[in-house]
């Protein structure tokens, strides 16, 4: 099983900036793409910015410029830097890890999420 954190979360002025970081944590032979979502309700979790184990990036049009993801394959952590915050940037924060476990299934993990508050 592969159990996820995140911290970093927080209350900041618009034009701000924090990082939030994931660890992870558990046994497992691989873990793949790892991303960050987000929710504000009453909107749907939706997809922030995600790595690959390559490192290939992806995202969301809304945060492209601002926000940078970035992972350590060695210690399977992830962070997300984010600039320029807005208050439409408002909500809570999971990571994701997608893995795999020993019989070769593919399996998702979710932390409990942060919350970040973008004040204007």
């Known amino acids: 099983q592969v159990q996820v954190a995140e911290s970093g979360g927080g209350l900041v002025q618009a034009g701000g900036s924090l990082r939030l970081d994931c660890l992870t944590a558990?046994?497992?032979?691989?873990?793949?793409?790892m991303g960050w979502y987000r929710q504000a309700p009453p909107k749907q979790r939706e997809l922030v910015a995600r790595?690959?184990?390559?490192?290939?990036?992806e995202y969301a049009d809304s945060v492209k410029g601002r926000f940078t993801i970035s992972r350590d394959n060695a210690k399977n952590t992830l962070s997300l830097q984010m600039n320029s915050l807005k208050p439409e940037d408002t909500g809570a924060y999971y990571c994701?890890?997608?893995?795999?476990?020993?019989?070769?299934?593919?399996?998702?993990?979710w932390g409990q999420g942060t919350q970040v508050t973008v004040s204007s």
């Open positions: 994701n890890a997608e893995w795999t476990d020993w019989v070769g299934l593919k399996r998702d993990a």
């Open positions: 558990g046994s497992f032979p691989r873990i793949n793409t």
């Open positions: 790595i690959s184990k390559e490192g290939t990036t």
